[in-house]
DNA sequence: CGTCACCTTCCTAACGGTCGTTAGTTAACA
DNA sequence: TGTTAACTAACGACCGTTAGGAAGGTGACG
């Protein structure tokens, strides 16, 4: 019980501080035990650290699945739209993609073989994912513009990341500036 | 002399550990001098800190204006393309906008006030430059589909910065891909 | 021209504090 | 009885920082 609350405090602490800044003493004190407690149940801090990120990838991992099962009546607009607010949603309930983010761009450089290790295949997921919504939609609605779907997954990605990684900075606020600017254009360029 | 290479290198440590990452120690090493001469040049961390923050925006400021000024004869679209190729030149010969770009999306906790008070300018520079080209260049092409030309400049940015950000941490080839994938989608959502 | 004071820039030594980690112990529980 | 999860105490290493002094250059003044 205190294991799991050790690695969502942790999780919160990396997120918010990185892996250097995080200090497994403010850890310790959060959730109420002293810091070699933590001992018991991590062999130290990479083992910590790199529990959350495999913990908090395959959360997310699971989560991203089930969306897009739960978002298969819809039209391919709503599809792709709705992501943004469940991103949004996902990322005020906790701070796993936050962690995600912040760990996928910039990496303790002691670990970033084993980050880069963990992280790829999770992003590669994600692409795939995509990649198949495009086929698979297109296929009874017939509106994309091209058939690269991998290309269209890929550019969708990058205008995701960059709306996203806005929230994580700057709020929601300049998010949804974001979104309602890049939105429209992006979507005209997809379809015929 | 010593206080402009203790400046680049600093700022190359920033770059690649973060803030709490960095260790003068290892940045005086790097140097060639020890430790406590850093405080013969600089109050302290922090002090180096922003000043090499103060230091990458002055001159990506100014580097960024030469950049739009030097594509004036060009058509919107090489301009807006040859942006890229602008950036990845510059961001190989020095660490500035990797800096810049890191420090922004996750800056120390405790200099938070200060990081946003010298970083938001700069974009809001770099958006009202993008948001002139808009104006100015549709004025004489024609091209563009809407005349909102500040949601334009900043759907641009949110395309460039998710691009960026996967050079800064998945290297040339992976941002080749996103560029290639993004880029003929978004220009066809941006024209007639 | 010489010299004296001053400032800059580096140094060594060391400070107090925090870091992650280990040893050894205790209480609770299966 | 053995295991688990917590504790206290303390370790060595590194952190940013300060004190104090040495070397070198600069400029003023007799």
């Known amino acids: 019980m205190k294991a799991s609350l050790l690695l969502q405090t942790a999780l919160r602490h990396f997120a918010q501080h990185g892996y ?3 200090s497994l003493q403010e850890i310790a004190q959060d959730v109420g ?3 070699p407690s933590i001992y018991a149940h991590y062999r130290g801090k990479d083992d910590l ?3 959350a990120m495999r913990y908090a990838l395959d959360t997310q991992k699971t989560h991203l699945a ?3 099962i739960s978002t298969r009546h819809l039209s391919l607009e709503q599809s792709l739209k709705g992501f943004f607010d469940w991103f949004l949603e996902e990322s005020t309930q906790n701070d796993q993609l936050k962690f995600i983010l912040r760990i996928a761009y910039f990496p ?3 670990l970033e073989r084993e980050v880069t290790d963990l992280i790829n295949p999770f992003f590669d997921t994600m692409q795939r994912h995509l990649t198949r919504l495009l086929r698979e939609r297109n296929r009874t609605e017939q509106i994309l513009y091209s058939d690269d779907y991998a290309s269209a997954a890929l550019a969708y990605l990058t205008v995701t990341e960059g709306t996203m990684t ?3 900075f700057n709020g929601v606020a ?3 500036r974001r979104f309602t600017a890049v939105w429209p254009i992006f979507w005209r360029g997809l379809v015929r």
Do not use: H, N, S
């Open 166 to 168: 806005e929230f994580v």
């Open 174 to 176: 300049a998010y949804e």
């Open 49 to 51: 650290f790199l529990t």
């Open 33 to 35: 035990i002293k810091k």
């Open 108 to 110: 303790p450089v002691k």
């Open 66 to 68: 089930t969306y897009f």
């Open 20 to 22: 250097e800044g995080a």
